[in-house]
């Protein structure tokens, strides 16, 4: 008697699975087994996350006589853990949607907060502290300012960290010894007309390798900050889309011909590089945007510069206009999922209101505190050798209260990288000379093509924008990927 054929609904595993998928299958369940088997270390008390190396120094320190005395106070202890920023935000986005475990404070980084906040508000994996924070009188301690990456649709879910203002550092010794008064900037206009005298061929090749300003059209930092300051960005305060707008525009095509032509200010100098250093090092860099973060770079990276270097308020895109920006930022939140929410709130404000984090922060980051109250703290005011012996600390924070708005809305990160795709795109069709003669580009001339692919990129947002089911209605956007109530031209 034959054999009864197998049924065609029923899976057999035998006759499917590949040698490949057999070696899958496998090495899931020996790694299933692995993870129910494997000893897990365990630690008492509260644990914290955090990306950033010199933060998590800090905090150990400051820790250190809370922990010793933890037994004698009832306080739980604290573990700082320093975790690479993607892998921290991979592990507590997996944790917040699959209900794992995740550490009791979190800090996160300003880019990586739209993917926290891109669902519905109540589905937030952090507590939302907003009544917290007005209650204990938090939103009059600290800078107002400072709120706004960490707030999503008026709920704010996490302290922040920093207040990161921007000013304009320049090399002090080129400016002075050609006799030059940066007194008369106000502008970004002044500052390439008064400062140009310094553009220089410093090894008689014919052509310049001395520039004005550190700027390049793929420096997506350096054009956010740039945006935001003359009022533009990715996002408005109330959430409205920004990615075409006239200011946006203007900065876009001053930022590319500021790189092109007989106008050309910029060098690309990039931080955070060997080459980069060597290039400010030389000299062949007089100018650069900088936070007060990257203030703590260099002088950790590039010691020869000190005495070298000054400080300013930032030129302004128009007369009387804003004298900063604001880049990078940091918050430390509490997930929802944290046992003891009281001695988790203690730590963060015991960490992130404390006087002594914030001199530390200081004297070994540059980093000034985002508490009002500990701005006239006298290490803030005393002369900085690095900077020509100016107060570095006095000048970021004269700029602090004007920092601009920044947005956490979920398609920020999104919107961003479409301006820099727009301004690759220009950048690409000005050096062709696709625009005008080569001879002949000034932002003016590149105005209208840096109108007109903004223009493509915030349809390629709202199309973006319209595939999120869960925000769609909330953000005004039609399926289609159109504004409700209106056609997107």
Same mark, same amino acid.
Do not use: C
């Given at each position: 008697m034959p054999s009864t054929p197998p049924s065609p609904n029923r899976w057999n595993p035998l006759e499917t699975l590949s040698p490949g998928g057999w070696i899958i299958l496998i090495i899931a369940v020996i790694s299933t087994g692995a993870v129910l088997v494997w000893p897990i270390e365990k630690t008492e008390g509260l644990q914290l996350w955090t990306f950033a190396r010199n933060h998590s120094e800090v905090y150990e320190n400051i820790l250190?006589?809370?922990?010793?005395?933890?037994?004698?106070?009832?306080?739980?202890?604290?573990?700082?853990f320093t975790i690479d920023g993607p892998a921290l935000n991979?592990?507590?986005?997996? #944790?917040?949607?699959?209900?794992?475990p995740v550490a009791d404070l979190i800090e996160i980084e300003r880019s990586a907060i739209s993917q926290y906040v891109s669902g519905p508000i109540e589905n937030v994996g952090f507590t939302d502290l907003t009544d917290t924070i007005v209650?204990? #009188?938090?939103?009059?301690?600290?800078?107002?300012?400072?709120?706004?990456?960490?707030?999503?649709?008026?709920?704010?879910?996490?302290?922040?960290?920093?207040v990161h203002p921007v000013l304009l550092c320049y090399r002090a010794d080129l400016v002075e010894q050609a006799g030059i008064d940066v007194n008369q900037i106000e502008t970004w206009d002044d500052f390439a007309e008064v400062l140009r005298p310094l553009i220089a061929d410093l090894d008689g090749d014919g052509k310049p390798d001395r520039y004005l300003l550190n700027s390049w059209y793929t420096a997506q930092g350096e054009l956010e900050a740039l945006l935001l300051q003359a009022g533009g960005g990715t996002f408005d305060s109330d959430g409205d889309l920004l990615v075409a707008s006239e200011a946006n525009a203007k900065v876009l095509a001053q930022f590319v011909a500021w790189t092109l032509g007989p106008d050309r200010i910029a060098i690309d100098a990039p931080d955070f590089s060997a080459s980069g250093n060597q290039l400010k090092i030389e000299g062949k860099v007089v100018a650069q945007i900088m936070p007060d973060w990257l203030a703590g770079i260099w002088k950790s990276d590039m010691p020869q510069l000190g005495g070298k270097l000054k400080l300013m308020p930032l030129p302004a895109w128009e007369p009387g206009g804003r004298r900063t920006s604001v880049r990078g930022g940091t918050m430390i939140g509490i997930p929802k999922a944290t046992e003891d929410f =009281?001695?988790?709130?203690?730590?963060?404000k015991d960490l992130y209101l404390s006087p002594k984090l914030a001199k530390e922060m200081f004297q070994t980051s540059n980093i000034i505190s985002p508490?009002?109250?500990?701005? =006239?703290?006298?290490?803030?005011?005393?002369?900085?050798?690095?900077f020509s012996d100016q107060p570095s600390g006095s000048l970021f924070i004269e700029q602090a209260p004007h920092v601009p708005f920044r947005s956490s809305n979920p398609f920020h990160v999104a919107a961003m990288n479409r301006i820099s795709e727009a301004a690759t795109t220009l950048y690409g069709e000005a050096s062709e000379g696709a625009i005008v003669p080569l001879d002949q580009i000034d932002a003016d001339a590149l105005l209208p093509r840096a109108q007109e692919l903004l223009k493509v990129a915030e349809k390629r947002v709202l199309k973006e924008m319209s595939r999120n089911v869960f925000l769609r209605k909330e953000l005004g956007i039609t399926p289609d990927g159109e504004r409700i109530g209106e056609a997107v031209e």
């Open positions: 250190d006589r809370r922990n010793r005395e933890a037994e004698q106070t009832g306080q739980p202890k604290v573990t700082v991979r592990r507590t986005l997996a #944790g917040f949607w699959s209900g794992t209650a204990e #009188g938090l939103d009059q301690k600290i800078n107002p300012p400072s709120f706004s990456p960490w707030t999503s649709r008026g709920r704010i879910f996490g302290l922040p960290h920093d =009281d001695a988790a709130w203690a730590v963060a508490v009002m109250e500990l701005w =006239d703290e006298p290490y803030y005011a005393e002369p900085d050798p690095f």
